[in-house]
């Protein structure tokens, strides 16, 4: 089955520099990469994919890449603000296997005054 | 996108009991999944809830301690049978987007604790 990893686990910056979150996968197979926020005690939400006919996509602060050779995607917020500390997690899946994904451990981002 | 909800949000129960979660959808899809958060862990899919057909579960979990009911299009019940202080955890349905397929909406989650 696909496993996922991600690093780092967490991650400290300050207000308006950028972070990245990156994570690997190890079946070739998968080609839908979401990345899931999930806020203290609150529901894990999506906040971007990307599928892999798709190096790259943008929305405001907040980018993913994709390098399906190396099976590395990474995301990417630049200008980052307090409202941006949450827990990630990217995760894969196959758009042929009506959505199953498979997570990754995670990635605790604080964004410091 | 969907609205989730999720009975009970909360409870602490005995080793050895058993508790059922309900999730309910406001809109009719064709499967759910029940997740398992444990405290400060990733999302672990337990199993996917077919309508009309068994449950299909991850590798590491089993029928007989999580049975799955999917009577509905919008309805589904996980029971986390013989309880365990391991089962502590936070456990989520999510549904597909049906405009996304890919996309998953969560429920706000049950936070189980076991003593």
């Known amino acids: 089955g696909e496993n996922v990893e991600q690093h780092p686990s967490t991650l400290s910056v300050q207000e308006g520099d950028s972070a990245v979150i990156k994570c690997t996968y190890s079946?070739?197979?998968?080609?839908?990469f979401p990345w899931y926020k999930q806020e203290l005690g609150k529901r894990p939400q999506l906040i971007i994919d990307?599928?892999?006919?798709?190096g790259e996509k943008k929305d405001q602060r907040i980018a993913v890449t994709l390098n399906k050779t190396a099976k590395h995607f990474s995301l990417h917020i630049t200008e980052t603000q307090p409202e941006d500390s949450a827990v990630y997690f990217c995760?894969?899946?196959?758009?042929?296997?009506?959505?199953?994904?498979?997570f990754g451990t995670g990635t605790r981002l604080q964004v410091t005054l | 996108s969907a609205v989730i909800s999720q009975k009970p949000s909360r409870d602490i129960c005995q080793r050895g009991t058993s508790l059922t979660i309900q999730c309910q959808v406001d809109?009719?899809?064709?499967?759910m999944f029940w997740y398992r958060q444990q405290p400060g862990q990733s999302l672990t899919l337990i199993a996917t809830?077919?309508?009309?057909?068994?449950?299909?579960?991850e590798s590491g979990f089993v029928i007989d301690k999580f049975p799955i009911s999917r009577p509905n299009l919008t309805f589904s019940t996980l029971t986390v049978s013989n309880m365990s202080p391991e089962d502590s955890s936070i456990y989520l349905c999510?549904?597909?987007?049906?405009?996304?397929?890919?996309?998953?909406?969560f429920g706000p989650g049950t936070r189980l604790t076991v003593l």
């Open positions: 990307i599928r892999s006919n798709v």
């Open positions: 995760a894969a899946g196959n758009t042929g296997t009506a959505s199953k994904l498979t």
């Open positions: 999510s549904v597909p987007n049906m405009a996304n397929y890919n996309e998953q909406f």
């Open positions: 809830a077919n309508q009309g057909s068994e449950a299909t579960y």
């Open positions: 079946d070739s197979a998968s080609n839908y």
């Open positions: 809109s009719q899809v064709t499967m």
